[in-house]
C-alpha cells in the first residue's frame, strides 16, 4: 500500500501563488507516473499535471504557464507549483501515484 501525503493547500488571493507537496511511501524511483488532479465543487475531477519516470511533464491547458510540476528524488516528493492563481483555481487538489493511489485531498481557495 502506497501513502500519500498532500500539504500546502490553503487560501490565496487571485494572482497569488501557492505549492503542493506530495510525499510518498514508495521509492519515487518505483513509481511510472505521479501527477496533480483537482475537483471543484460539482464538478468532475480533472488533469492538472504529471510527471513520468524520466522527468516529461504534462499540463492541463488552463494551468500551462501557471503551474509547474517537480519533484525532489532525495525526498520522494513531488510538487506543484502554482502562481497567477485564480478562482477558477479554487478546488480540491490530489496527488496521485501511477493512478492506483491518492492522497487525501487538499483544498486550494482563491479568493479575494
Known amino acids: 500500500q502506497v501513502q500519500l501525503v498532500e500539504s500546502g493547500g490553503g487560501l490565496v488571493q487571485p494572482g497569488g501563488s501557492l505549492r503542493l507537496s506530495c510525499a510518498t511511501s514508495?521509492?519515487?524511483?518505483?513509481?511510472?507516473?505521479m501527477g496533480w488532479y483537482r475537483q471543484a465543487p460539482e464538478k468532475q475531477r480533472e488533469l492538472v499535471a504529471t510527471?513520468?519516470?524520466?522527468?516529461?511533464?504534462t499540463y492541463a491547458d488552463s494551468v500551462k504557464g501557471r503551474f509547474t510540476i517537480f519533484r525532489n528524488n532525495a525526498w520522494d516528493t513531488i510538487y506543484l507549483q502554482m502562481n497567477s492563481l485564480k478562482p477558477e483555481d479554487t478546488a480540491v487538489y490530489y496527488c496521485t501515484s501511477n493512478c492506483n493511489y491518492w492522497g487525501q485531498g487538499i483544498q486550494v481557495t482563491v479568493s479575494s
Open positions: 514508495q521509492s519515487i524511483f518505483d513509481i511510472y507516473l
Open positions: 510527471i513520468s519516470k524520466g522527468g516529461t511533464t
